[in-house]
């Protein structure tokens, strides 16, 4: 026999109504699953377990729970007379088909958006990605986490939830409309966050769910181009030049130098030691890492002349490890003290009040109050943007014209030589420059191209 009740488990404004359902006397099982519907705790009668019935609103939900605690007590006994396994994740099923939220109660999957979210996520490692190969990145995983969360905000706020099919050009202009204006987010963020939700609904029809035939039209955001923050060789010799007293600041400094020699992401290079100094079958000698992010081993030889700053750090003796938060912490400091201070106009993470207003921080670094974190534009001395990833873009264009693309893209993990003129700002006009500087500089080759195109034309 199942004992079905209702219950908060917390206080507020807009609190989710909990069903609880014990099977059996004891320690039976105890199982609770949301409703999906929500009320008001001061609208809440503890005696009853049901809303008070004091509106319109709550008199309907009343109305509803009651309906819904018949059909799964229905359920129950129908599962029980079959000898089917009752346990979470079937009430919770069953509480989807009382609200036809699934579409198909076979295969369980629901048309919400917060449940295709959830498949998405949980089914991240076995999805193909850009690169061809199985599993989404971990950062492409933290932005359906994000949306998620934004997109249950966005749920309470309109006390309703969405499915696939609700997503169509009037949602896209309402919920614009509270990215902006109410959370403060940029246009370019609140458009990403717009295309990761047409990507879900994508995933729907994918599954054959319903979407809006309006799909097609939602906008596509285009991101913002910014130039990309790098230190140039004038700029890393200041740092070289600079005088540092205190040892933390010049701990980062051989890592920030370091960093700038091989290209790789901040927490690649924090794992740095002597066992990664190794020589090549030729004498030469070099640096081997495997890059976390994609499992590739790289060996970056130390040539005289262009990195052997490499061997000098070493021979007087490695940098220390520290914490990848303190080293954007101490490189600032360390690039303010070599004057990288030209002011420039870049995005930056903030957090801002209320009226839109940045929160300054005290001494010690903390905020002066609460507020949101956003992404805004302002205009601050170079120092302030940089962080350990100005070490493999510095790297990366620094050494674009010089060494093959190729090579720079094997050394940073750029999947594609595409993808590392994009990281570097580079566009079609400046590679096509750079051949002609090239091939101008090689005759020879020129002729040879000309004689090969004489043949074809044959």
């Not at 059996?24 to 929500?38: E, H, P, S, V, W």
């Not at 190969?133 to 249950?152: A, D």
Request: with cysteine.
């Amino acid at each position: 026999m199942a004992t079905l009740n209702f219950i908060l488990q917390s206080q507020g404004e807009n609190i989710p109504i909990y069903l609880r359902m014990v099977l059996g006397r004891g320690k039976g099982k105890d199982i609770k699953r949301k409703t999906g519907l929500f009320v008001n705790s001061e609208y809440w009668n503890k005696t009853k377990g049901l809303p008070k019935a004091n509106n319109p609103e709550n008199k309907n939900t009343i109305v509803t729970l009651e309906q819904l605690r018949a059909f799964i007590r229905e359920s129950v006994n129908i599962a029980e007379r079959d000898g089917n396994p009752i346990n979470a994740d079937w009430l919770q099923t069953q509480i989807d088909i009382f609200f036809k939220r699934i579409d198909d109660p076979n295969t369980g999957q629901s048309a919400f958006i917060l449940d295709l979210i959830d498949y998405i996520i949980q089914t991240a490692n076995t999805r193909k990605n850009g690169r061809g190969t199985l599993g989404l990145s971990q950062s492409r995983v933290k932005s359906y986490q994000t949306l998620k969360t934004i997109f249950n905000a966005y749920q309470s706020k309109t006390r309703k939830h969405y499915k696939a099919k609700d997503i169509d050009l009037k949602f896209e202009r309402l919920f614009l409309d509270w990215l902006i204006n109410t959370r403060q987010h940029k246009d370019s963020y609140a458009l990403k966050l717009m295309d990761n939700l047409k990507a879900v609904c994508n995933e729907a029809n994918t599954l054959g769910i319903e979407t809006s035939p309006q799909l097609p039209k939602l906008a596509k955001g285009t991101p913002e181009k910014e130039l990309p923050i790098y230190l140039n060789p004038q700029e890393l010799q200041q740092i070289r030049d600079c005088k540092i007293t205190n040892l933390q600041l010049h701990n980062a400094r051989k890592w920030l130098l370091l960093g700038c020699h091989l290209g790789q992401r901040g927490g690649d290079l924090l794992k740095i030691d002597l066992s990664n100094f190794v020589y090549l079958d030729n004498g030469t000698p070099a640096v081997r890492i495997r890059q976390q992010k994609t499992g590739k081993i790289v060996i970056v030889p130390i040539i005289e002349g262009l990195n052997s700053e490499i061997l000098e750090i070493k021979n007087a003796g490695l940098p220390y490890p520290i914490s990848i938060q303190r080293l954007n912490e101490y490189i600032k400091e360390v690039c303010k003290l070599a004057g990288i201070d030209i002011p420039i106009t870049h995005t930056r993470s903030v957090l801002i009040d209320r009226n839109g207003n940045a929160i300054e921080k005290d001494d010690k670094g903390n905020y002066e109050g609460k507020g949101n974190k956003r992404t805004i534009k302002v205009t601050l001395p170079k120092y302030e943007f940089i962080t350990s990833h100005v070490c493999r873009r510095s790297f990366a264009t620094n050494l674009y014209g010089k060494l093959p693309t190729t090579i720079i893209k094997n050394v940073t993990g750029h999947s594609t030589e595409v993808m590392l003129l994009k990281y570097i700002g580079k566009n079609e006009a400046e590679t096509a420059l750079q051949m002609v500087d090239f091939l101008t500089s090689k005759p020879e080759l020129i002729q040879e191209l000309n004689q090969l195109n004489d043949l074809n034309i044959k």
